[in-house]
């Protein structure tokens, strides 16, 4: 399979270096993730073309790094076909609806839609089954861990079943839209699910003191953290939080506390 990465050109302490976007060339170009619509990305998607018009984009799910340059993509190659699961669209563009299981022409090859929620209810990943190739999107980062954001719509308890989802597939590389890509797969899936593990006890030793807020969870085990990724950390105590309540081992109370 021949495969162009190219950057979404949109650093951030939450991105990283940016978005990684991938072109797949050939008779029917597709790239995986729109990016954010920097004129720079689109330069570098025309170059890697080199003439042929893009036949297709699929947005791996709908958070703004992903999704919200599909309209300047698409005022770029008029004719290309923009694809994602269901779900409320920030651009007034044109979406064909995604779904489990579909297949789609990549250049020479097809890629089958694997829907892996979690980090999203949307989210999916894109699979090449000839090489063992996934297009991850966010469900793996090689140096870090994913945002569960429960406030908008992540689910913990979804990521954990994506995360074995995958392991079932035995990628043989994941090409993630953050960071190097991942060749290891099985020993990074395992490592995050241990990291989930230690962050359960976590919260739990903190539940045990007594009420507390996901705020003052994240005080007490996120030490020396950044303070702009604080939010962030927020979202995914809170993942845990309903996680642990959907199973009846926490309990929210209507002062915004949490207890177990």
Known sequence: MDLVALSAFNPSPLTGAGNNTYLIPGPEPLLVDAGVG???????VAAALDGV?????????????????????AARWPGVTLLKMPWPARDRV?????????????????????WTPGHAPDHVCLFEPAGRVLFGGDLLVQNDTV????????????????????????????????????????ALIERYVEHRRQRERQILRALASGPVTPADIVARVYVGLNPALEPFARESVLAH??????EGRAIRNEDGKWTC
């Open 147 to 186: 945002v569960i954001p429960a406030s908008h719509g992540g689910s913990l308890t979804q990521y954990l079943a994506s995360l074995e989802r995958v392991r079932a597939l035995a990628p043989s590389r994941v090409l993630p839209a953050h960071g190097p890509a991942i060749d290891d797969v099985v």
């Open 53 to 73: 018009p893009l036949a297709r984009v699929v947005v791996t799910h709908n958070h703004s790094d992903h999704a919200s340059g599909a309209a300047a993509v």
């Open 241 to 246: 939080l309903v996680k642990l309540e959907e």
């Open 38 to 44: 920097d004129p720079r990305h689109l330069d570098a």
């Open 94 to 114: 044109a979406w064909t609806p995604l779904a489990e299981g579909d297949e789609l022409a990549a250049g020479d090859v097809r890629l089958r839609v694997v």
